[in-house]
């Protein structure tokens, strides 16, 4: 790349072309670029809220749409994410002083067993970047561990992660615990994991089925307008 290619001058860009350059400069990971993007759409008057959906949320459903067709693979998407973490510092204090609203609790892990976490850490920041609080359990997660976390937490949302047809089965485990203690039904339960799908989620007694971040996201979000809708009604 000559130096005139190199210098595509983010700040020259209009609007449109310049939040599809950051989708492609997330795709590549290319943090800094992100950083400066970020920057520019705030100057620019953007309000966080819509950079950070518009440019990065998106970007990342593109890379995850990606990661889960094996286009892309573990080590990008986490550069990815690290490009979107940078982008997500600069509007992290923003988005706490416009009140970007908090939109719930979320205590997420990987379940007993079972030691990955790529997806369930994209999940985690994406419902950061939406305005959730995540707590982030990581990975092998015994019952005991959500059960102590839930309470202690005074979560709204538990999230559990699944990447083994073997640890699935363990989902269930958790979900009947809560079922046993008589506190099911005060959590929303989202759970994920590529083998997993909605039928599995029914028949464990999950809430939703999440086949990737951005639909966690959005899952999240309208479950938890009708939690609120209930506790009024």
Same mark, same amino acid.
């Given at each position: 790349?000559?130096?005139?290619?190199?210098?595509?001058?983010?700040?020259?860009?209009?609007?449109?072309?310049?939040?599809?350059?950051?989708?492609?400069?997330?795709?590549?990971?290319?943090?800094?670029?992100?950083?400066?993007?970020?920057?520019?759409?705030?100057?620019?008057?953007?309000?966080?809220?819509?950079?950070?959906?518009?440019?990065?949320?998106?970007?990342?459903?593109?890379?995850?749409?990606?990661?889960?067709?094996?286009?892309?693979?573990?080590?990008?998407?986490?550069?990815?994410?690290?490009?979107? !973490?940078?982008?997500?510092? @600069? +509007?992290?204090?923003?988005?706490?002083? *416009?009140?970007?609203?908090?939109?719930? =609790?979320? &205590? /997420?892990?990987?379940?007993?067993?079972?030691?990955?976490?790529?997806?369930?850490?994209?999940?985690?920041?994406?419902?950061?970047?939406?305005?959730?609080?995540?707590?982030?359990?990581?990975?092998?997660?015994?019952?005991?561990?959500?059960?102590?976390?839930?309470? !202690?937490?005074?979560?709204? @949302? +538990?999230?559990?992660?699944?990447?083994? *047809?073997?640890?699935?089965?363990?989902? =269930?485990? &958790? /979900?009947?615990?809560?079922?046993?203690?008589?506190?099911?039904?005060?959590?929303?339960?989202?759970?994920?994991?590529?083998?997993?799908?909605?039928?599995?989620?029914?028949?464990?007694?999950?809430?939703?089925?999440?086949?990737?971040?951005?639909?966690?996201?959005?899952?999240?979000?309208?479950?938890?307008?009708?939690?609120?809708?209930?506790?009024?009604?």
């Amino acid at each position: 790349m000559s130096d005139e290619e190199d210098e595509i001058v983010l700040d020259q860009l209009n609007d449109e072309d310049l939040v599809l350059q950051m989708h492609d400069d997330l795709y590549d990971g290319l943090k800094e670029e992100i950083e400066e993007g970020v920057n520019i759409l705030l100057g620019r008057k953007w309000t966080p809220y819509d950079v950070l959906t518009k440019a990065l949320v998106e970007g990342m459903r593109i890379v995850g749409i990606d990661f889960r067709d094996g286009i892309l693979f573990v080590p990008e998407v986490l550069l990815a994410a690290n490009a979107m !973490k940078a982008g997500m510092a @600069i +509007l992290k204090p923003l988005l706490a002083e *416009t009140g970007a609203p908090r939109l719930g =609790k979320m &205590v /997420i892990g990987t379940v007993k067993g079972d030691i990955h976490d790529i997806g369930k850490n994209l999940v985690c920041m994406m419902m950061e970047g939406a305005g959730f609080e995540v707590v982030d359990l990581g990975i092998n997660n015994p019952v005991e561990n959500y059960l102590e976390a839930i309470d !202690k937490e005074q979560a709204d @949302i +538990l999230g559990m992660s699944a990447l083994l *047809t073997t640890t699935m089965p363990y989902m =269930k485990v &958790v /979900i009947d615990t809560l079922v046993q203690q008589g506190i099911r039904d005060d959590y929303v339960i989202l759970v994920g994991g590529a083998p997993l799908n909605e039928e599995f989620s029914k028949s464990i007694g999950a809430d939703a089925y999440c086949r990737d971040a951005a639909v966690a996201v959005e899952t999240a979000k309208e479950l938890m307008k009708k939690k609120h809708n209930q506790m009024i009604a």
